[in-house]
C-alpha cells in the first residue's frame, strides 16, 4: 500500500454500501483491521440499515441518513470506549449492512401430500404451492439470531427454513379449515391471510416479517381429479335414461336421413330411366310412374335392467339378456324393465322377452 493510500485511509473514512444483487439480506463493511476511525461518515441509503457491532457487543443501529460517527451521537459508545483524534484508532469495529426492502416472489410448496379430512369426501389428499414476500423488520434481532458474524448473508441461506415454517402453518391451518375441498379456490384469499398471520407470529422472533403471503394453487391426486370429472359428467348427462333414449333417437334419425337420400338417389335414377325408354324416335309418350315402396322405420332396439337380490343391473341389450337366460343369470321370474315400461314385470310377461325362454322348458313340477 503506498503512502497516499495509506493517509487516504488514515484522514478520510468513508463507510457505505450499494446493492447490485437482487438477494443479499446483509453485509458487512471489509476495513482493514476492522479500524473504524473517530469522524468516519456513515451513509445509510433507504431501503438500509447499518447494525455496528463492537469487540463483539451490537452497539447502535442506524436507519437511513448521512452520520458521522462521533462519542457525541453514538452515547452508547462513550461509555465504551475513548474516542481521540489520532492516526491508530483505539477500537475495533464492525459494520453490517442490512437489507430492509421486501424480497418478493419467493416460492413455497408442499413437498409432500397434506392429509386432511373432507365434509364431503372423507379422507383426501392435498398439494399446494405459492408465493410470498419476506422482509426484515428488526435489523438488530435479525443479525443476532440469524446472521451472526456471516459477512454476506443471502436470502437462499434463510428461505429453506421460512419455507419449513410456512408449509407446517399451512398444513395445520388447512386441516382445521373444515372448507370443502370444491369451496377452496374460492376461500384461497382468506387461506393466505389466516397463514400469514400464523407464520409472522414464528418468523417475528428472527427479525423478519411476511407482508405478502399468497396461495396460487390447491391440487387434488390425479385419480381424484379423474373421479370428479367423471362425476361432472354424470351431472351433464342429467337422467342416464333420457340420455340413452335421446342417442337412440339421434341414431335412428341419422339412418333415416341417410336411407332417404339414397331412395331419393334411386327414385331420380328411375324415373329417369323409364322417361328415357318412353321417348323413342316417334315422340314421347305418357309414363306411368309406378309407387315406390318405402320400408318401414327399423324397430328400437329395448335396454332392460334387471333386479336380482334387490339390486339393480344393467342395462341390457336383448342379446345380452338371452345369453343371460342360457347361463341361468336370468329366469322366468325375474323382474325386469325398460324405458316406457309401467313398473316391473316378469321376464316371461314380456313379449319380447318371452320368446328367450320357449328353448327350454320350465323345471318339472314336484311330484
Known amino acids: 500500500m503506498g503512502i497516499l493510500d495509506f493517509l487516504t485511509g488514515e484522514f478520510i473514512d468513508v463507510i457505505h454500501w450499494t446493492d447490485d444483487t437482487r438477494d443479499t439480506m446483509v453485509w458487512r463493511f471489509e476495513r482493514e483491521g476492522h479500524a473504524i476511525k473517530y469522524g468516519a461518515k456513515l451513509t445509510v441509503r433507504e431501503g438500509q440499515a447499518a447494525v455496528f457491532v463492537h469487540e463483539g457487543q451490537l452497539a447502535d443501529v442506524f436507519t437511513p441518513g448521512l452520520y458521522m460517527l462521533e462519542t457525541n451521537n453514538m452515547p452508547i459508545l462513550t461509555t465504551i470506549n475513548h474516542w481521540d483524534h489520532g492516526f491508530r484508532s483505539p477500537f475495533k469495529s464492525e459494520i453490517y449492512y442490512v437489507n430492509t426492502t421486501r424480497f418478493s416472489d419467493l416460492k413455497w410448496g408442499t413437498k409432500n401430500p397434506i392429509l ?63 372448507i370443502p375441498v370444491l369451496d377452496m379456490a374460492a376461500n384461497t384469499d382468506d387461506l393466505g391471510k389466516l397463514v400469514a398471520t400464523e407464520i409472522s407470529k414464528v418468523v417475528a422472533e428472527y427479525g423478519l416479517t411476511i407482508p405478502e403471503f399468497y ?72 309414363v306411368s310412374v309406378q309407387p315406390v315402396q318405402v320400408p318401414p322405420p327399423p324397430p328400437v332396439e329395448h335396454v332392460w335392467h334387471i ?61
Open 116 to 178: 386432511c379430512r373432507d365434509p364431503e369426501f372423507g379422507p383426501i389428499r392435498l398439494r399446494a404451492y405459492g408465493t410470498y414476500t419476506v422482509k426484515v423488520s428488526d435489523p438488530a434481532l435479525f443479525l443476532t439470531e440469524i446472521v451472526g458474524t456471516d459477512g454476506e448473508f443471502t436470502m437462499d441461506e434463510i428461505s429453506y427454513q421460512v419455507r419449513n415454517i410456512i408449509v407446517q402453518a399451512f398444513s395445520r391451518i388447512i386441516a382445521q379449515s373444515n
Open 215 to 286: 396461495v396460487e394453487n390447491i391440487s387434488l391426486p390425479e385419480t381424484v381429479e379423474a373421479a370428479l370429472d367423471k362425476r361432472t359428467s354424470m351431472g351433464i348427462v342429467g337422467s342416464l335414461d333420457n340420455y340413452m333414449k335421446f342417442n337412440a333417437a339421434e341414431g335412428m334419425g341419422a339412418e333415416n336421413s341417410a336411407m332417404g337420400a339414397s331412395m331419393g338417389a334411386g327414385m331420380g335414377a328411375g324415373i329417369g330411366m323409364s322417361m328415357a325408354t318412353q321417348a323413342g324416335p316417334w315422340g314421347s309418350r305418357p
Open 307 to 367: 333386479a336380482v337380490a334387490g339390486k339393480t343391473k344393467g342395462p341390457f341389450s336383448k342379446a345380452e339378456i338371452g345369453q343371460m337366460a342360457d347361463k341361468g343369470e336370468v329366469a322366468r321370474d325375474t323382474y325386469v324393465w325398460t324405458p316406457g315400461q309401467d313398473g316391473w314385470l316378469k321376464a316371461d310377461a314380456v313379449t319380447e322377452l318371452a320368446q328367450l325362454f320357449t328353448i327350454s322348458p320350465p323345471p318339472p313340477p314336484a311330484d
